[in-house]
């Protein structure tokens, strides 16, 4: 194991996910990498007052997704340097969370994928099937499920 990378979505399960991953990475000397993705919600994307925002302040839909996953992800990589003991790096994107998971997964050297059991969307994941599932089924590399 050469790198961590660990999912947040600011949820609980997410900061003990985060937490433990910095821990982790610390013991046996990996790099760690904390991710955060967010996509457009329904309600959103039909909301006329969201469109507006958007051309007031100039945006596209992906770069206001990208700054939400950011909000998320810089508050998560101030905590986890104070365990990990050093500069964290962080990825930011608009998508879903399992694809681009995956698709970084491929990009590390040896990764080992850290996620919690329950995001921010429960009722999603019952449906739909969680985050920490479907990555477990489909990751190309180990999976930690943080409870």
Same mark, same amino acid.
């Given at each position: 194991?050469?790198? #961590?990378? +660990?999912?947040? &979505? /600011?949820?609980?399960?997410?900061?003990? !996910?985060? &937490?433990?991953? $910095?821990?982790?990475?610390?013991?046996? /000397?990996?790099?760690?990498?904390?991710?955060? @993705?967010? @996509?457009?919600?329904?309600?959103? $994307?039909? &909301?006329?007052?969201?469109?507006?925002?958007?051309?007031?302040?100039?945006?596209?839909?992906?770069?206001?997704?990208?700054?939400?996953?950011?909000?998320?992800?810089?508050? !998560? $990589?101030?905590? !986890?340097?104070?365990?990990?003991?050093?500069? *964290?790096?962080?990825?930011?994107? +608009?998508?879903? !969370?399992?694809?681009?998971?995956?698709? %970084?997964?491929?990009?590390? &050297?040896?990764?080992?994928? #850290?996620?919690?059991?329950?995001?921010?969307?429960? %009722?999603?994941?019952?449906?739909?099937?969680? *985050?920490?599932?479907?990555?477990? @089924?489909? +990751?190309?590399?180990?999976?930690? *499920?943080?409870?």
């Amino acid at each position: 194991m050469r790198s #961590v990378l +660990a999912a947040t &979505d /600011g949820s609980d399960s997410a900061e003990r !996910a985060v &937490d433990f991953a $910095a821990g982790l990475a610390k013991n046996c /000397g990996a790099k760690l990498v904390l991710i955060s @993705t967010a @996509t457009l919600d329904s309600r959103f $994307a039909l &909301d006329a007052g969201f469109k507006v925002m958007l051309q007031t302040e100039q945006i596209s839909v992906g770069e206001f997704l990208e700054n939400e996953a950011k909000s998320v992800v810089s508050p !998560a $990589a101030s905590r !986890a340097e104070k365990i990990y003991g050093a500069k *964290v790096a962080t990825i930011a994107r +608009a998508g879903e !969370a399992v694809d681009t998971l995956i698709a %970084l997964a491929a990009e590390y &050297d040896e990764p080992v994928i #850290v996620v919690g059991r329950r995001g921010r969307s429960q %009722l999603a994941g019952l449906l739909l099937g969680s *985050v920490s599932q479907k990555l477990v @089924t489909h +990751a190309p590399c180990p999976v930690v *499920v943080v409870p």
